[in-house]
């Protein structure tokens, strides 16, 4: 065991886990681009590298997890498909890495879920299991499904190899730019964060990996304070995909892998999202925004760095703009 | 005088006026990326390979053929600076063009201009006229200004220089995918249409390059048809950037090297602009989205071809989205 897995309470998770998971998600992934805008670089004052998983399949770095621990399962454990719960991108990401292993897919929705959301699970082909939209009853309704189907469970982030999946952003991002000095990273329930800190330390063990958070959702920089992990209590947050709590496994590393947890406000996340769509013209959803609110209002100073943002994802209603409300 | 040449009635651009123009503008504008997308190829049912110059410096393709023109312009003929009239993207343009050069710039607007363009001409360290709304209005102050300032005129797209530049990214695009098919570009006064058509058939006489215009200012296609420039009367379309008339000189070429303009509706128009954000996560104005939705409605048939389509830029005023009215 090494010292990084040793001293992350025993949960190991190395670079070598998250270039294995590369070259196994390679053939199924996008290779994403990494983007660059001379106005957000002025108005943050630093140099900001835009690692654009907004373009990954399914339209965010979800896929890159799901397809690691997809293909990574051995025949015997892939026999009777996999299963999920999601109200998201991961039960899309979940559906298509099935697919393209050619087994069956199950997910678990609230019922209350946007119909876009259902649709881009459907049209992967996965079956659809509604619940009632609390955790409780998505709990029980995913046993009864495992039960029933004898499926293989893949956790949204609290799963190592979904973590390794999500690190290997950041394998292509230093491969293009190798001297950042800073990557930052959104943190909902933690496990591309994690990934992304064991990839990056891994690689260039001087560089600092700080997460961004809304302030209304501040649970990962609470427990990262406190050395506790504390459960995010039904934040109220328009990033949508940063709701969840941190798991045991992802908080394990973030503590050992990620320097700080910086916050942002809502309407920060709001006009930092409208500015990357107005200047880079790209498309990005509120979660995506966090890091860049976080460097645009000086949360995460950047003068004179040289800063990774991941963005991770771009799947927005488009009859719902936030600045439209 | 190439063969060329002669029969466009005398109107000279060739492939090495194009190539000229690129290495003299190279330095000052950005290689736009070559996207792709699974699911619009399957929608459109051929292969689709979109050169984003909604990525380009100022958010269109413009960035251009202005820089050609300015940079191609004597010490003696720059000297007094440059002057244009545009109510959108050439007069960015013209501004950061002629800052490059350290040249002055004066844009005559009309008055009634969106803030947001105003701002952007202004941004660049332009000198702003504004105008009465009308072309005689328009005329008479472009006329003022000249005659007090002695500036260069550079019109936004009856200028061989301008159509050289706006040709520029077909050289990109066919180095990167060189067994196209077909070319598709929308259409508003002509000159990128221009550029495009002699810079394609130039690097592959083959290959055929078809406009794509708005149905409801489908001047070009009964120019092209007619065999006589026709004027457009103040059309009304959303794809504000194809607005214009033909000039003498863009219709000479498009006679000469263009194959076919089809049009489409302006339902089809949003419905295009609005999936090419969902879909490919990027942002595009509608003038960009006409030759998509030509795809998409079958207007230009894309089975087992493939197809480049020029997305011309994503410069949009987001508190107005076009499906939310």
Chains 1, 2 share one sequence.
Not at 81 to 102: K, P
Not at 114 to 122: G, M, T, W
Not at 273 to 295: G, H, T
Request: aromatic share 4%.
């Amino acid at each position: 065991m090494s010292d990084a897995a040793r001293s992350a309470g025993g949960v190991s998770l190395t670079l070598a886990d998250v270039r294995e998971a590369h070259a196994r998600i390679r053939p199924y992934i996008h290779r994403t681009p990494v983007m660059t805008s001379a106005t957000l670089d002025e108005l943050a004052g630093g140099q900001l590298y835009f690692k654009c998983e907004n373009f990954q399949k399914i339209g965010a770095f979800k896929a890159r997890g799901a397809h690691n621990a997809v293909f990574a399962l051995t025949p015997q454990e892939a026999a009777h498909g996999v299963a999920t719960h999601s109200s998201g991108n991961h039960g899309a990401a979940v559906a298509l890495a099935a697919r393209s292993r050619g087994i069956p897919a199950y997910v678990v929705m609230p019922s209350n879920v946007a119909a876009v959301k259902k649709e881009a699970v459907a049209r992967y082909g996965a079956q659809v299991t509604f619940c009632e939209p609390s955790l409780a009853a998505r709990e029980r309704t995913v046993e009864q499904l495992l039960a029933a189907t004898h499926a293989y469970f893949v956790h949204p982030y609290n799963d190592l190899r979904v973590m390794a999946g999500q690190g290997t952003s950041v394998l292509e991002l230093l491969e293009e730019v190798p001297d950042l000095d800073v990557i930052v990273c959104p943190v909902g329930g933690g496990g591309q964060i994690a990934g992304v800190a064991v990839a990056a330390k891994g690689v260039k063990p001087g560089i600092r990996v700080i997460g961004a958070e809304p302030a209304a959702a501040d649970d990962a920089r609470r427990s990262l304070q406190s050395g506790t992990r504390v459960m995010a209590n039904d934040p109220q947050t328009i990033a949508d995909g940063l709701r969840a709590s941190l798991g045991d496994l992802s908080f394990a590393l973030i503590r050992e892998h990620v320097d700080d947890i910086v916050t942002v406000s809502e309407a920060a996340i709001v006009s930092a999202m409208r500015r990357v769509w107005e200047v880079m013209k790209i498309v990005i959803e509120p979660s995506s925004a966090v890091p860049v609110a976080a460097l645009l209002e000086g949360a995460l100073p950047a003068a004179g760095r040289r800063i990774g943002v991941i963005l991770s994802g771009g799947n927005v209603d488009t009859d719902r703009l936030p600045w439209l409300k």
